[in-house]
């Protein structure tokens, strides 16, 4: 029997993180850092728009962009909080999650051989996403000593004549970092000069504790060049519900409608009510959420720091990025013995592109109570690292 598989998946990797969940959800008393999604449940005004569409039967397919209803709020929202205006008609789809919406964006824009560039160590979907739409990842390792920002001359270095979309994930998963208003105003100028597009992941746009986040589709001449992304998982603690959206110019938005049409039809009916309640009336639940996460940030890195582990401080999402290259040991390594030693799981940064390497993530979408336990762990892990070193 001939191979029924496509050469293209199978030489695609698994994800970095899940390995490490599978072993710890057999593995007695064991804590995770690793889970990128918020320990609050979804607010009870929000469940309770999508218990009462299911009393009231609303359970039929809405239209394939969303329900006009929800593309409304989505465009009201993104007025006040960014400035930025969409036509909810042309130019706004509701999607299943976050993630389906950068999978379509990349499939409506590449040809065969368009490059895209993909500012690392960054969401573990952007390379697979891209090589499934035929088009060629080229990472842009960033680096600590930058904040792990994209500046101007690494990006510029990495620019081809194939060069046709660039990747802005800010706030960062998994390095926390974010790129303010003066260093966009930098990249958009090449983005300009260069004629390239932008997908901007902005899913933890309202998770940013420095300074009120900053769109690059709201500086001029960007928003005709922009895919914006974003969605409900993580300022709602909406995960499960599996909702997000895309705003784009009109010529892209339609064919991006029509991947959607053919693979998905429509998100869940469920869901999009839902979603119009958080959009109408949860800014209270975003900040209440966002304040513990910023409390437990200021927390998690001064307890690493007082174990002798470099940390930048990370302004963004609810993630911290630690270096352990001190160890002498390789993230996967590290990784592989805290769990087995500690029953602790933290993700190596390796699992968010190469330059990930001698940094973990450590997720803080956890209580203090967790935090504090898993840190107990850590210190005594690292504390045993050190007195190997010294023998």
Known sequence: MRNPLSKTITGIQPSGIRKFFDIVSEMDDAISLGVGEPDFDTPWHVREAGIHSLEKGRTFYTSNSGLKELRQEVVNYLERSQGITYDPIKETMITVGGSEAIDVALRAMLDPG???LIPQPSYVSYVPCTILA???????????????RL?????LAH?????????MPFPNNPTGAIMEREDLEKIAEIVREKDLFIISDEIYCELSYKEKHVSIASLPGMQERCVLINGFSKAYAMTGWRLGYACAP???LQQMLKIHQFAIMCAPTTSQYAAVEALRNGDADIERMRNSYDERRRFLVAELRKMGMDCFEPYGAFYVFPSIKRFGMTSEEFANRLLREEKLAIVPG?????????????SYAYSMRDLKKALDRLRRFTERLQAEKNV
Do not use: H, N
Not at 134 to 148: A, C, M, Q, W
Not at 151 to 155: D, F, Q, R
Not at 159 to 167: G, Q, R
Not at 350 to 362: H, L, S
């Open 151 to 155: 500046t101007p001359e690494k990006l």
């Open 350 to 362: 390796t699992a968010f592109g190469d330059c990930g390497e001698g940094f973990m993530r450590i």
């Open 114 to 116: 368009d490059e895209v």
């Open 134 to 148: 035929g088009g060629t990842p080229v990472s842009i390792p960033l680096e600590e000593k930058d904040e792990f």
């Open 159 to 167: 620019i081809t004549p194939k060069s046709k979309v660039l990747i």
């Open 250 to 252: 009109q010529l892209i």
